[in-house]
């Protein structure tokens, strides 16, 4: 059973169907058929045994007599002027009188004789002039299968006497069943032929739906096995918009699935060509210093001292900025599972706070003002103080000197505000884009990725990010971070 189990599974999966859409229009057919059958023949025996009641009613006293009274002559006598129950002629019937002994008195009218058994004698025993007997099946002298009724024999003496039980005799009478069983197996070959057709139909029928309805399957299979051989994600299986099925469904989730490879992969090759575009600077500029101190050495000609340090000093502050991109590129191309298990809780105060304390070292001629509220959100607690140091950075890249910066943390609300020259109206849609850079910030240094940088992680985070040019001049950023302004009790370790 495992063996045919697991070949099954084996099949094609049109193959499978047409099997199981035929295996269940065969069982159908053969319930169907089967009870088709019993009723017919329940049907048929029916009328069989209407007739053979119809055929019992009370007989004539003095047939019933002459019959009895020449009972040893009348089983073995052709004559056919012998005595009889007139009442009960009829073609292919069998008629007999059975006594308490089994002894059968058999009508000259009769068709043969029928095997008498103990369940007539019984008849006779439990006689009653109600009439009632038992139908069985039994056979004749012959072997030939008939209907038998045995039931207690009522005669009839006259007009205007009421019929009376005849003691120690039943009348037993039977049809044949051979008609009745040559339909039963014409039906039974009618419906056997049916069936056959009906499965073999139903076979065919389910193969076809099969290959009709795996049809977008196999153009799906087709598509995969296009994208794994050519590597081309631009293909798409074509879908009704008022389809709604399985098939359908699992089309558009592939043609989503390609176009987010398709994105993914455009996104991945702009990365490498921005961080190209921006790594060919800092190197170009390395390069170009190290080649003069290394000529200088080489040709004896030293570089004057204030040169020197010059060189050295733009050489260092290349290697720090090339760092800081090479770090940058590492945060963003982290996977989400490795950015998911370290995700926990954290105090939002702490990490502003601890990021304030980095900026006043990079900003000490600013006035840097704070106004902080506690508030507990779930992210990755060095992911989430990187983006508060980008947004502080900005801020105290772009303030004057002696300028002024307010932050603000309110319900989960941080707001950190500047009041350098703003953001140009049409920029605003492209900071956070990665590498994007203003034209009137091209000469600081920065790679352009702080602030994509502070968008992933704060929508990781679950917040919403913005920044927009403030009332008086200068720019607002905005985060928005979900949470509580205390530590939920089951997680009481709190890390900044």
Same mark, same amino acid.
């Given at each position: 059973?495992n063996?045919?189990v697991?070949?099954f599974?084996?099949?094609p999966?049109?193959?499978?169907?047409?099997?199981l859409?035929?295996?269940?229009?065969?069982?159908?057919?053969?319930?169907v058929s089967v009870?088709?059958w019993?009723?017919?023949q329940?049907?048929?025996?029916?009328?069989?045994d209407?007739d053979?009641r119809?055929?019992?009613?009370?007989?004539?006293?003095?047939?019933?007599?002459?019959?009895?009274?020449?009972?040893?002559?009348?089983?073995?006598s052709?004559?056919?002027?012998?005595?009889?129950?007139?009442d009960?002629?009829?073609?292919?019937?069998?008629?007999?009188?059975?006594?308490?002994?089994?002894t059968?008195?058999?009508?000259?009218?009769?068709?043969?004789t029928?095997?008498?058994?103990?369940?007539?004698k019984?008849?006779?025993?439990?006689a009653?002039?109600?009439?009632?007997?038992?139908?069985?099946?039994?056979?004749?002298s012959d072997?030939?299968a008939v209907?038998?009724?045995?039931?207690?024999?009522?005669?009839?003496?006259?007009?205007?006497?009421p019929p009376?039980?005849?003691?120690?005799t039943?009348?037993?009478?039977?049809?044949?069943?051979?008609s009745?069983?040559?339909?039963l197996?014409?039906?039974a070959?009618?419906?056997?032929?049916?069936?056959?057709?009906g499965?073999?139909?139903?076979g065919?029928?389910?193969?076809?739906?099969?290959?009709?309805g795996?049809?977008p399957?196999d153009?799906?299979?087709?598509?995969v096995?296009?994208?794994?051989?050519t +590597?081309?994600?631009s293909?798409?299986?074509?879908?009704?918009d008022? &389809?709604?099925? #399985?098939? *359908?469904? /699992?089309? $558009?989730?592939?043609?989503?699935?390609?176009?987010?490879?398709?994105?993914?992969?455009?996104l991945?090759?702009?990365?490498?060509?921005d961080?190209?575009?921006?790594l060919?600077?800092?190197?170009t500029?390395l390069?170009?210093n190290?080649?003069?101190l290394?000529?200088?050495?080489?040709?004896?000609?030293?570089i004057?001292?204030?040169?020197?340090?010059?060189?050295?000093t733009s050489?260092?502050?290349?290697?720090?900025?090339?760092?800081s991109?090479?770090?940058?590129l590492?945060?963003?191309?982290?996977?989400e599972?490795?950015?998911?298990?370290?995700?926990?809780?954290v105090?939002?105060?702490?990490?502003?706070?601890?990021?304030l304390?980095?900026?006043?070292?990079?900003?000490? +001629?600013?006035?840097?003002?704070?106004?902080?509220?506690?508030?507990? &959100?779930?992210? #990755?607690? *060095?992911? /989430?103080? $990187?983006?508060?140091?980008n947004?502080l950075d900005?801020?105290?890249?772009?303030?004057p000197?002696?300028?002024t910066?307010?932050?603000?943390?309110?319900h989960?609300?941080?707001?950190?505000?500047?009041?350098?020259?703003?953001?140009?109206?049409?920029?605003?849609?492209?900071?956070?884009d990665?590498?994007?850079r203003?034209?009137?910030?091209?000469?600081?240094p920065?790679?352009?990725?702080?602030?994509?940088?502070?968008?992933?992680?704060?929508?990781?985070?679950?917040g919403?990010?913005?920044?927009?040019?403030?009332?008086?001049?200068?720019?607002?950023?905005?985060?928005?971070?979900?949470?509580?302004?205390?530590p939920?009790?089951e997680?009481?370790?709190?890390?900044?």
């Amino acid at each position: 059973m495992n063996k045919v189990v697991r070949r099954f599974r084996t099949l094609p999966i049109r193959a499978r169907l047409s099997m199981l859409v035929a295996a269940a229009v065969a069982f159908a057919v053969a319930a169907v058929s089967v009870t088709c059958w019993f009723i017919v023949q329940g049907k048929l025996y029916d009328q069989v045994d209407d007739d053979l009641r119809k055929m019992s009613q009370p007989q004539r006293y003095n047939q019933v007599e002459d019959l009895l009274a020449s009972c040893p002559q009348a089983a073995q006598s052709d004559q056919t002027d012998e005595p009889d129950i007139s009442d009960l002629r009829a073609r292919n019937t069998y008629i007999q009188l059975v006594k308490s002994d089994g002894t059968a008195c058999v009508s000259a009218t009769s068709a043969g004789t029928v095997k008498v058994t103990d369940a007539d004698k019984k008849v006779i025993k439990e006689a009653s002039s109600s009439g009632e007997g038992i139908i069985r099946n039994g056979t004749d002298s012959d072997g030939n299968a008939v209907r038998v009724l045995t039931t207690p024999l009522i005669v009839s003496q006259g007009m205007g006497s009421p019929p009376q039980l005849y003691p120690d005799t039943a009348l037993l009478i039977a049809a044949p069943l051979k008609s009745t069983e040559s339909t039963l197996n014409d039906l039974a070959l009618v419906l056997l032929l049916v069936s056959g057709i009906g499965v073999v139909g139903a076979g065919a029928a389910g193969l076809a739906v099969a290959r009709a309805g795996l049809r977008p399957v196999d153009k799906l299979t087709e598509a995969v096995e296009h994208v794994a051989r050519t +590597e081309d994600l631009s293909i798409r299986i074509p879908v009704e918009d008022d &389809t709604d099925d #399985e098939i *359908a469904r /699992l089309s $558009r989730s592939f043609n989503s699935m390609t176009a987010s490879l398709a994105n993914s992969r455009e996104l991945q090759q702009q990365l490498i060509a921005d961080a190209g575009h921006e790594l060919r600077t800092p190197l170009t500029s390395l390069r170009t210093n190290i080649e003069l101190l290394s000529r200088s050495e080489e040709t004896g000609r030293p570089i004057p001292p204030a040169d020197r340090k010059a060189l050295l000093t733009s050489v260092t502050a290349q290697m720090t900025e090339l760092a800081s991109l090479i770090g940058d590129l590492q945060e963003l191309s982290r996977s989400e599972g490795q950015r998911g298990e370290r995700v926990q809780v954290v105090s939002l105060e702490d990490a502003v706070e601890s990021a304030l304390r980095r900026a006043r070292l990079r900003g000490p +001629e600013l006035t840097i003002t704070a106004s902080l509220e506690p508030w507990y &959100t779930r992210a #990755e607690p *060095a992911a /989430l103080e $990187r983006a508060v140091v980008n947004i502080l950075d900005n801020a105290v890249k772009f303030s004057p000197e002696g300028g002024t910066i307010d932050v603000r943390l309110n319900h989960g609300t941080l707001t950190v505000r500047d009041h350098g020259p703003g953001i140009p109206s049409e920029e605003l849609p492209h900071v956070f884009d990665r590498f994007w850079r203003s034209p009137s910030a091209r000469a600081l240094p920065g790679s352009g990725l702080g602030l994509s940088i502070v968008a992933r992680t704060v929508e990781q985070a679950g917040g919403q990010v913005s920044l927009a040019r403030a009332d008086g001049g200068g720019t607002v950023a905005t985060v928005r971070l979900p949470g509580a302004p205390t530590p939920p009790p089951e997680d009481p370790a709190i890390t900044s």
